[in-house]
Nanobody, 124 residues
Framework: QVQLVESGGGLVQAGGSLRLSCTAS????????INWYRQAPGKQRELVAA???????SNADSVKGRFTISRDNAKNRVYLQMNSLKPEDTAVYYC??????????????????WGQGTQVTVSS
């Protein structure tokens, strides 16, 4: 059974920084693309950032220039460095990895794992 465990959330003042970590176990599990999502109360879950197995990254427009995603394959870990935090960044942040295999006629999901989430609260 694959598990994703997030850590690093907490309470911070606006303008501050936090670094979230996501660790996959067992260590033999090779993570493909890793996504960070967040969900604020009363809102839909949104994709914040992603990093591929090759290290290519992408960020949502709302966090560009403030958040940086990175990965350490040796530790099977992904990080989300969050700077210049704003109250609207307050949410539960989730780590996710999924893999869809091309079958020739469509995609078939092979796995879709989620962490338990870590709370980030930014005070004004």
């Amino acid at each position: 059974q694959v598990q994703l465990v997030e850590s690093g959330g907490g309470l911070v003042q606006a303008g501050g920084s936090l670094r979230l970590s996501c660790t996959a176990s067992p260590s033999t599990f090779n993570m493909e693309t890793i996504n960070w999502y967040r969900q604020a109360p009363g809102k839909q879950r949104e994709l914040v950032a992603a990093v591929t197995s090759g290290g290519s990254t992408s960020n949502a427009d709302s966090v560009k220039g403030r958040f940086t995603i990175s990965r350490d394959n040796a530790k099977n870990r992904v990080y989300l460095q969050m700077n210049s935090l704003k109250p609207e960044d307050t949410a539960v942040y989730y780590c996710n990895t999924r893999y869809d295999e091309w079958t020739g006629s469509g995609y078939r999901n092979l796995y879709d794992y989620w962490g338990q989430g870590t709370q980030v609260t930014v005070s004004s």
